[in-house]
Every structure is written in C-alpha cells, then in structure tokens.
C-alpha cells in the first residue's frame, strides 16, 4: 500500500475540525470577557495549557485513522486561537458598548460641570500590573467637539 493510497482512502470528520475550534473560543474566553485582567490571563492560560494538551492526546488517538481530520483540527485551533486573540480587545470593546452603553452615557451626562471647565467623563476600564503600573480608559462627553480636531486627521 502506497502513501497516496493510505491518504485517500481515509474518511474525513469535521467533528475533529469543530472541536479544534470549539476549543480555541473556550479557551479565548476569559480574555474575551475580562479584557486585559489578571486573573483572566491565569485562567486563560491554565485553559490553553489543558485543552492543548487534550487536543494532542486526541491528535495522537487519531492520527493513524483520520490524518486530515486531525490536521485541520489542530489547524482551526491555531488560526481561531490566534485570530480570536488578536481580535478580543476590540469585540469585547464593541459589545461592552452596545450592552453598557446607555449606563455609561447616562453616568457621564449626569455629572455636575466641573468648575475649571474639564470635560465630563467616566471611567470606562482599568488594567495593570506591579512592573507595568495601572492604566486608566475613560468615557468622555465633548459637546463643542474640540477633541477632534486634535486627534482626527481627515482622510484626503
């Protein structure tokens, strides 16, 4: 028997393929949830250790029977892991926004007017860490828009 034919003759299961990325999204979870926080870094990362290692013991288990299954498992794991890591900051920024939102406009529109004329605003999150020090995100009201026009370049 030939290589060619141990390949071809194998049937392929995209509940391999699904698993790989069913375990990618567990895994970003925590990070698509809590954003930059500690605790979801070790949870995130104590996930990825488990659910990488069971996906190489079912590579392992299944190599033999389904060659092309096992790859595009591992390699949907790679690309979701990767992709939805790269995409987390901003999706959790959008939904918080769309979930939250309203709470947040109405915080920020409630505040009194500062007597040295400051913008209204509110804090929208906070991250950091001993070495790296705390950073501060805050939601700010600019009616007469003067923020723009110190942060925004026109496309031309």
Request: proline share 4%; aromatic share 12%.
């Amino acid at each position: 028997m030939t290589v060619k034919t141990f390949l071809m003759g194998q049937p392929f299961s995209w509940r391999l393929a699904a698993l790989g990325g069913v375990c990618a999204l567990v895994v970003s979870l925590p990070e698509l949830i809590y954003g930059n926080d500690f605790g979801a870094f070790l949870i995130g990362t104590c996930a990825f250790a488990v659910i990488t290692v069971m996906l190489h013991i079912t590579a392992l288990v299944n190599v033999r029977r389904k060659v092309h299954s096992v790859f595009a498992m591992l390699a949907a794991y790679c690309l979701l892991l990767w992709v939805l890591h790269h995409i987390s900051s901003d999706v959790r920024t959008h939904c918080r926004w769309v979930l939250e939102g309203a709470d947040y406009k109405h915080q920020v529109l409630e505040r009194p007017q500062s007597p040295s004329k400051g913008l209204k605003h509110v804090e929208w999150e906070e991250w950091g860490f001993v070495a790296t020090g705390d950073t501060t995100v805050y939601l700010v009201v600019d009616p007469s828009d003067d923020l723009a026009d110190e942060f925004w370049e026109p496309l031309t």
